[in-house]
């Protein structure tokens, strides 16, 4: 099963932006359609963007459509978040995930079969 390393979390102002990374080792990254989830304190995870495993199909949570850009690099194994406009109820810490097979269900963290241990972004006002 792959492994799951995110990185490039930190502080930033509102409005600035962050780039997070989810390196992928052990497997094959084309295996799987990827998703990123975040969790503030207090509050459950939550869905934030996924992407298909070619990288034809990207979806967003309505909280950060235009905001966010999912991406991918299958040669490099990795997937990224870029984080664009970010405000303080960005605050969370940030995890990516993975899952084979169908693009579908990909807002339910059921769904995913491997996570990463978390990257804490935090914004501050």
């Known amino acids: 099963q792959v492994q799951l390393v995110e990185s490039g979390g930190g502080l930033v102002q509102a409005g600035g932006s962050l780039r997070l990374s989810c390196e992928a080792s052990?497997?094959?990254?084309?295996?799987?359609?990827m998703g990123w989830f975040r969790q503030a304190p207090g509050k459950e995870r939550e869905f934030v963007a996924a992407?298909?495993?070619?990288?034809?199909?990207?979806d967003y949570s309505d909280s950060v459509q235009g905001r966010f850009t999912i991406s991918r690099d299958n040669a490099k194994n990795t997937v990224y978040l870029q984080m664009n406009s970010l405000k303080p109820e960005d605050t969370a810490v940030y995890y990516c995930?993975?899952?084979?097979?169908?693009?579908?269900?990909?807002?339910?963290?059921?769904?995913?079969?491997?996570w990463g241990q978390g990257t804490q972004v935090t914004v501050s006002s």
């Open positions: 995930g993975g899952y084979q097979y169908a693009y579908r269900d990909h807002q339910l963290q059921q769904r995913y079969d491997c």
């Open positions: 992407i298909s495993w070619a990288g034809i199909t990207t």
């Open positions: 052990g497997g094959i990254l084309t295996s799987y359609n």
